[in-house]
């Protein structure tokens, strides 16, 4: 299992952020394959629960991907022993360290990780779609305020 993890084949892309953050991608046809016993060996009971949550097989995959990077990463970038690496989980079911700050997001096969000693990071992978004029005036109205709303008809009033 040790050569799925390996940047010198170009698995994974990096970039350094500055000194103190590193941001990592990958998407998961450049991965080789591995069955989810292997990318689960080390999950906490919490990670396997979750991971059992999903119904379809491929965001189940992408899962069991993202947290075994996860692992690797920050057990190769970071200085981290496994044995030291300790994972727990936020209120939002977020994973935390007990020794670095990261933030992980995976979409429609894409990985991104972002880790620092330092600084609080984060990242979000989303897919571009277009949306029509329904998706807006749904969005809109799930998470814009009466204001809100009136001054954007307003300036799009003015914008003809």
């Known amino acids: 299992m040790s050569?799925?993890?390996?940047?010198?084949?170009?698995?994974?892309?990096?970039k350094v952020v500055n000194?103190?953050?590193?941001?990592?991608?990958?998407?998961i046809n450049w991965l080789p394959k591995a069955s989810l016993l292997e990318l689960t060996n080390?999950?906490?009971?919490?990670?396997?629960?979750?991971?059992?949550?999903?119904?379809?097989?491929?965001?189940?995959?992408e899962y069991a991907y993202s947290h075994y990077l996860?692992?690797?990463?920050?057990?190769?970038?970071?200085?981290?022993?496994?044995?030291?690496?300790?994972?727990?989980?936020?209120?939002?079911?977020?994973?935390?360290?007990?020794?670095?700050?990261?933030n992980l997001s995976h979409s429609h096969g894409y990985i991104a990780l972002i880790f620092s000693k330092d600084v609080e990071v984060g990242i979000d992978v989303q897919q571009h779609q277009q949306l029509d004029i329904k998706d807006l005036q749904a969005i809109t109205d799930s998470l814009f305020s009466r204001q809100e709303i009136q001054r954007l008809q307003t300036v799009l009033y003015e914008k003809g």
């Open 70 to 102: 996860l692992r690797k990463t920050l057990i190769q970038h970071c200085g981290i022993s496994h044995e030291n690496l300790y994972f727990y989980f936020s209120d939002e079911e977020k994973p935390k360290s007990n020794k670095v700050k990261f």
């Open 42 to 61: 080390d999950f906490t009971k919490h990670e396997k629960d979750k991971l059992y949550l999903f119904k379809d097989q491929l965001l189940r995959y």
């Open 3 to 14: 050569n799925l993890y390996n940047f010198e084949n170009c698995f994974l892309r990096k």
């Open 19 to 27: 000194p103190s953050v590193v941001v990592l991608y990958t998407h």
